[in-house]
């Protein structure tokens, strides 16, 4: 398994920009499917993007989609997520997951073996 660790949330103004990076010590990241996902209190989490092993296919949610973009770097063992035009409902803890399957681009929670820790992105208005 790998170890994940987020970082770059933030406080923000709605419109504005964060990356989130998410590095990953351990075995084999590029044979991970990563994604992101996103919970405020009293809610599930709930899926935000996800990426393939090689970074050729991405999937978005219907909130996010246009907005923001996952990326991912395997010499560097990291995956971003890029997040532009944010907005208040934006506002959560951001988490990053890793699949060792490599098969298609989940988006439950249960098809995640590991996960960070999470970083907060507030979104101001």
């Known amino acids: 398994q790998v170890q994940l660790v987020e970082s770059g949330g933030g406080l923000v103004q709605a419109g504005g920009s964060l990356r989130l990076s998410c590095t990953a010590s351990?075995?084999?990241?590029?044979?991970?499917?990563m994604g992101w996902f996103r919970q405020t209190p009293g809610k599930e989490r709930e899926f935000v993007a996800a990426?393939?092993?090689?970074?050729?296919?991405?999937y978005y949610a219907g909130s996010v989609k246009g907005r923001f973009a996952i990326s991912r770097d395997n010499a560097k063992n990291t995956v971003y997520l890029q997040m532009n035009t944010l907005k208040p409902e934006d506002t959560a803890v951001y988490y990053c997951?890793?699949?060792?399957?490599?098969?298609?681009?989940?988006?439950?929670?249960?098809?995640?073996?590991?996960w960070g820790q999470g970083t907060q992105v507030t979104v101001s208005s």
């Open positions: 997951a890793a699949d060792d399957r490599g098969e298609g681009l989940p988006t439950f929670v249960r098809d995640y073996d590991c």
């Open positions: 351990g075995r084999a990241f590029s044979r991970y499917t």
């Open positions: 990426i393939s092993w090689s970074g050729a296919l991405t």
